[in-house]
């Protein structure tokens, strides 16, 4: 390629300005491969976003949805909240609010009731009686009266489908305990 001169009034005052060919399409594809590699990507994840609907109280067991860690919840029979940790709902018991079973790559159960306070200690020697005593030692930091932590080697029974199990007991009253209990995969 030859350069040819240019004089006159031009941008440096009649000095002789090279003449070629602009690389703007180089800029352009510069510009053009990126924009069309991330167009795609943010096609999708707008596509995911406003397509993600609200099913709660729909279909199912009663109502499920999505909780802030992404898991997919859905109330479940009480029952089968506490057969999966093992245990029954004990007599004299009245669940509150719902029981429920969060899945991803792991099952959470989870129940809370009411029950006589007097029949905590026994319901739990009752139900696990492979178990160490109930305590506060394991509560750390809850806000509970009693706690259990029981895994396989301390005294879940071997036909429960949880790895672990917890619970945590609230005296609410000199007659009432709440007991909330969780069982869960990990």
């Known amino acids: 390629m030859t350069r040819t001169s240019r004089t006159g009034g031009g941008p440096q005052g009649g000095a ?18 990126p924009a069309l590699i991330l167009l795609p990507l943010l096609v999708a994840f707008v596509g995911i976003v406003f397509s993600e609907s609200d099913e709660r109280g729909e279909g199912g067991r009663g109502g499920s949805g999505q909780n802030e860690s992404g898991r997919t919840e859905e ?10 940790g ?11 609010g719902a029981c429920t079973v969060q899945g ?8 809370a009731f009411h029950m006589p306070r007097t029949g905590v200690q026994d319901w739990l020697i009752h139900t696990y009686p492979d178990a160490p005593a109930p305590g506060t030692e394991s509560c750390l930091g809850a806000d509970a009266d009693l706690c259990l932590d029981l895994g396989p080697e301390q005294g879940l029974p071997g036909g429960a489908d949880a790895h ?11 007659k009432t305990a709440l007991v ?3 069982a869960f995969t990990m």
Do not use: K, M, N
């Not at 093992?86 to 009245?94: F, S």
């Not at 991803?104 to 129940?111: E, G, K, M, T």
């Not at 672990?164 to 000199?174: G, I, L, S, W």
């Open 16 to 33: 002789d300005v090279p003449r070629g060919r602009t690389r703007w399409w180089r800029v352009a594809a510069l510009v053009a491969v």
């Open 164 to 174: 672990a199990v917890r619970v945590r007991v609230v005296h609410e009253d000199a």
């Open 104 to 111: 991803f790559q792991d099952i959470h159960y989870s129940a």
């Open 86 to 96: 093992g245990a029954v709902l004990p007599a004299g018991a009245r669940p509150t």
């Open 180 to 182: 909330r209990f969780t």
């Open 75 to 84: 109330q479940v029979p009480c029952s089968e909240a506490l057969a999966f």
